[in-house]
């Protein structure tokens, strides 16, 4: 099974990771999602969310953007950063899953919210 969370403002993928407003949370196996839940952010910090995804036992996290500090951190727990996503969020787990979704590698580090993607 591939857990797959994707950060999102309701049922969109959001620009910024830690600032999302909701987790949508996709369970799957053999390259079907089996399972939809919506999480709300529980609070943006450095260095939790990536963690507390972690615990979930999330592989895969999507997202618009993201800073370098999180993707380092989900770089170390295993976990398969996409970036550079939009539209809606499970539209974007299922194309991960079909393996046409493929991150841009869009770090957060040089817009007006600098000092607050990390």
């Known amino acids: ?19 999302c407003l909701n987790f949508n ?21 450095p260095g939790f969310l990536p963690n507390y995804l972690n615990d979930m036992g999330v592989n895969v996290i999507i ?3 993201m800073g370098r500090s999180a993707i380092d951190i989900f770089n170390e727990k295993g976990i398969e950063v996409i970036v ?10 299922e194309a991960y899953l079909q393996g ?5 590698g869009a770090v957060c580090n040089e817009h007006q919210h600098h000092d607050q993607c990390e």
């Open 1 to 19: 099974m591939i857990k797959i969370a994707v950060a999102s403002e309701n049922e969109m993928v959001t620009e910024h990771f830690g600032h």
């Open 63 to 65: 997202s618009g953007g």
């Open 100 to 104: 046409s979704l493929k991150s841009t």
């Open 25 to 45: 949370i996709f369970d799957s196996e053999n390259k079907q999602i089996i399972k939809s839940e919506s999480i709300p952010n529980p609070g943006h910090r």
């Open 84 to 93: 550079g996503a939009r539209g809606n969020a499970k539209t974007a787990a």
